[in-house]
């Protein structure tokens, strides 16, 4: 997978190589539809775009600023390669468990080379409950790969209660 990201001084420094194919840069850089300076969009071996991160983060970035916008998608961009190439079986991001996501909090905050502190697996969580959240609204899923709760952290599934900040998983009744 290939992934870029928005630069509208890219465009301007190669101003001439793209008007020689007959755009014109100005009106290309402030026309309604241009994605905002960041946005990063993904693409396949094909160069088609893939799917659904690209459009999830050109929804996102109507609402999210180019450094937030970079962050999350390298925080889904590490959620998608562990569930493909560390989880046993491999799965994606609208097929993955509310297990696999666990999986990956312990891995990610535990088990990693360099483990992420606090602040970085909240950040991380942000970006994936954001994800899910637009997955569910766009009716690519029927529902969340896990509950949450109202309080800060934690997700609950099947009457047990999750402790997603710290990756702490009980058999508590909730």
Known sequence: MSYFFT????????REAFGGFGFDVPAMLSAPMTLPEGTPFFLDEDMRPREPKTSYFFY????????????????????????ARVLDPPTDLLSASEEDLVAFQRWR?????????PATWRRNRAAINGFYDWAVGSGLL??????????AGTLCR????????????????G
Do not use: K
Request: a positive charge; hydrophobic letters at 35%; glycine letters at 8%.
């Open 7 to 14: 630069s509208y001084s890219s465009v301007v420094r190669h």
């Open 60 to 83: 996102l970035a109507r609402h999210v600023e180019a450094e937030s916008l970079r962050d999350y998608a390298y925080d889904l961009m590490g959620l998608e390669d562990f569930l």
């Open 109 to 117: 905050t535990q088990l990693a080379p360099v483990p992420v502190g």
């Open 142 to 151: 029927q529902q969340r790969p896990y509950l949450r709760r109202r309080t």
């Open 158 to 173: 099947g009457g047990r209660q999750l402790i997603w900040m710290c990756g702490i998983c009980r058999g508590r009744s």
